[in-house]
């Protein structure tokens, strides 16, 4: 005799980027195991590949993961967490005037999600030449995990990877249809100013964001600090 199936409650989100409404289950036992195997190994690639399959799995919608952006895969997965755990989560902040750690309970649904106004930023270089950049996808972060993105050739290699199109007065050119070496030397031949054009550009990348504010356990005094991205809610 066949064993009885529990059915999953089902609700939606919005996939911040994209503007597209998707239906999700909380994820099961199962799931729990592969992100807490995920967790104990403490390896950036392994978490990132666990959230996607999870993901994969919790989304009804048909959606590729790889495609999302990193703010898209954080927003669907906070959400999954609230459904799954609970609807409040304790962190860990440091107080800014003493540096005593203090704990404090906050809300899912308080946590900000990203507001995308464009899928894309164009920026001018000069008068008639531009670059138009998209958000770092999921599958190229993916591909940079292990490395120092501090650096100035990581960097770059994830500039690369988000360029959309090149264009001047008179033409477009998708990046699509250039070789990797190419959008390269591109990059190489702006001046200073015009590449920290660019490199500004990550500085304004939404993020899922809180403002916490608490009073410290051992001073007494107030704290005010805006936590961003997904890992400053767990723990």
Do not use: W
Not at 186 to 211: M, R
Request: aromatic share 8%; with cysteine; proline share 3%.
């Amino acid at each position: 005799m066949a064993l009885p199936v529990l059915n999953a409650a089902k609700y939606k989100t919005v996939i911040p980027s994209l503007g597209k409404e998707v239906e999700y289950r909380p994820y099961l036992v199962k799931e729990e195991k592969i992100l807490m195997i995920a967790l104990e190994s403490n390896n950036q690639n392994q978490i990132l590949t666990a959230m996607k399959d999870v993901i994969g799995s919790c989304v009804y919608d048909d959606i590729d993961t790889n495609r999302l952006t990193m703010f898209d895969l954080e927003s669907i997965f906070l959400r999954l967490r609230a459904a799954s755990v609970g609807e409040t989560t304790e962190v860990k902040s440091k107080c800014v005037h003493c540096e005593t750690e203090n704990k404090t309970i906050i809300k899912f649904d308080d946590i900000k999600a990203p507001v995308v106004k464009s899928k894309s930023t164009t920026i001018e270089l000069t008068k008639d030449v531009g670059i138009v950049l998209s958000y770092p996808k999921v599958g190229d972060m993916e591909k940079h995990q292990d490395k120092d993105l501090s650096g100035v050739d990581s960097l770059m290699e994830i500039l690369i990877d988000c360029i959309d199109s090149i264009y001047d007065a008179e033409n477009v050119y998708p990046a699509k249809d250039s070789k990797k070496e190419e959008l390269k030397d591109f990059i190489e031949s702006l001046n200073s100013d015009q590449f920290a054009k660019l490199t500004s550009f990550f500085n304004d990348v939404p993020a899922l964001k809180y403002d916490l504010n608490f009073k410290c356990t051992k001073c007494g005094k107030d704290n005010s600090i805006e936590l961003l991205g997904l890992s400053n809610f767990f723990g």
